[in-house]
């Protein structure tokens, strides 16, 4: 994430270049966000949609940001992807976002499918692994016959750890000491 005056920006960027001008051993792009890399033209790197450089009409995203582990691709997908993110904004935590697009390498082709994954599977962000453990089995009900005297010698971080193991739940850092989870397929 980009630090602007102090506070982390979680825009998607993309660094947009001529794909003409690549080919011949040049770099000439920039780096754009959303609503630049929608006017190439007036973001200063083409002119009627070819390279001011090279004459060449294609362009490229070599590099992105805050979008997730989408690859490369090309400028207009890229202004889908980073306005399927704002819609996201609303009603999801875009971090758990990016983290299970991360996590998962999903692919841009299939954003709806990627986003309709994550709703199914995305269970929450926690402090701990542990803790996860603890809200689960207590809502699941695995607790109901233990009594709570007994609740204590319950390893839930080795149950966490298991559950891991035996692909029912992935565990991704937050990035700030904690974990987002997710269940697996």
């Known amino acids: 994430m980009e630090i602007r005056a102090g506070i982390e920006s979680a825009t998607p960027r993309a660094w947009v270049c001529c794909l003409g001008c690549y080919n011949a051993g040049e770099l000439v792009g920039k780096w754009l966000e959303k609503d630049e890399a929608e006017d190439l033209e007036a973001a200063g ?4 949609g070819h390279c001011v450089r ?5 362009f490229w995203v070599l ?3 805050n979008i997730g582990n989408a690859g490369e691709m090309t400028p207009t997908e890229f202004v889908t992807i980073a306005k399927r993110f704002e819609t996201i904004d609303e009603h ?9 697009i991360e996590f998962y ?3 841009r082709d299939d954003m709806d499918d990627v986003i309709s994954d994550f709703e199914d599977r995305y269970t929450g962000q926690y402090e701990t692994r542990a803790l996860w453990a603890e809200q689960y089995l207590e809502d699941s009900g695995m607790l109901n016959k233990v009594p709570r005297a007994l609740r204590y010698y319950i390893d839930t971080d080795a149950f966490a750890r298991d559950c891991t193991y ?14 987002y989870v997710f269940h697996s397929n």
């Not at 090279?54 to 294609?58: M, V």
């Not at 035996?166 to 974990?179: A, H, T």
């Open 166 to 179: 035996n692909g029912e739940v992935d565990f991704v850092d937050d990035g700030i000491g904690g974990v």
């Open 54 to 58: 090279c004459n060449a009409e294609e």
């Open 45 to 48: 790197l083409s002119a009627d």
């Open 105 to 107: 390498s999903h692919e």
């Open 92 to 100: 999801h935590n875009t971090e758990a976002l990016r983290a299970f």
């Open 63 to 65: 590099d992105h940001e």
